[in-house]
């Protein structure tokens, strides 16, 4: 049974000429052992898809609220006293203000400079992969009222949709999206198949968030 371990093809064949039937590895994807020598050699072989499905989806979320309400920077102006007077540096000196506005505008207002952000709320959020992290994600965008665009090639439509997304070929998912949430394994045919080809597909105005591995973005067109 491995964790972060890694077997290579000398480790297993080794393993497997000691009499070793079954290798079981803690991760999402078996990616630390060489799986085209237990493929040859006839093992067994158990992984844990959508063990840490939970905190990765609340992380996503927590990165698409982020940018959303622009909270790094606001927090880092805050930090730095940006948007503060030394009049106003007394925290305990809480005003008794009900009817509580987001103006003037002065030269020390964030919004100035940064925006007030967006809402969620009848966003479309396109969910590339609604594996086990797609679809933790799908049901906290539901609960946020957003609108839900899944592709996955590999799943039927039926099981998509039974999960209150909507089942869109990858075109319309990247045309119509605001948020596009990455949710790939890397295997060959992934790796750095969020390309030009993808951005110039979406809107100017959408963002990206990723949870992925980074190979799965080709790192230059995405700068770019």
């Not at 979320?61 to 930090?79: D, N």
């Not at 949430?181 to 030009?196: A, C, E, F």
């Not at 980074?214 to 995405?222: C, G, N, P, S, T």
Request: glycine share 10%; hydrophobic share 40%; proline share 4%.
């Amino acid at each position: 049974m491995l964790g972060d371990e890694y077997a290579g093809a000398d480790t297993i064949n080794d393993w497997a000429d000691s009499g070793m039937k079954f290798i079981g590895v803690a991760k999402g994807t078996p990616v630390t052992v060489d799986n085209k020598v237990i493929r040859e050699r006839g093992l067994d072989l158990s992984y844990t898809p959508g063990r840490n499905r939970v905190a990765v989806a609340e992380f996503t979320f927590g990165l698409m609220i982020a940018m959303a309400r622009k909270l790094t920077i606001s927090a880092e102006g805050l930090r730095k006293g940006d948007h503060t007077s030394p009049a106003k540096a007394n925290i305990y000196d809480v005003p008794d203000v009900k009817n509580v506005t987001f103006g003037p505008l002065d030269e020390n207002h964030p919004f100035t400079d940064y925006g007030i952000g967006f809402e969620l709320y009848g966003k479309k959020l396109g969910v590339a992969g609604f594996g086990a992290i797609g679809r933790e994600v799908a049901k906290r965008a539901k609960a946020f009222g957003m609108e839900i665009l899944a592709y996955d090639p590999y799943l039927p439509a039926e099981k998509i949709e039974a999960e209150g997304a909507r089942a869109c070929d990858l075109d319309t998912m990247l045309s119509e999206c605001d948020i596009l949430s990455i949710h790939l394994p890397v295997v060959d045919s992934t790796r750095g198949i969020v390309n030009k080809d993808w951005f110039s597909k979406m809107k100017k105005t959408a963002y990206v968030v990723n949870t992925a591995r980074a190979a799965v973005i080709d790192q230059k067109d995405f700068v770019k």
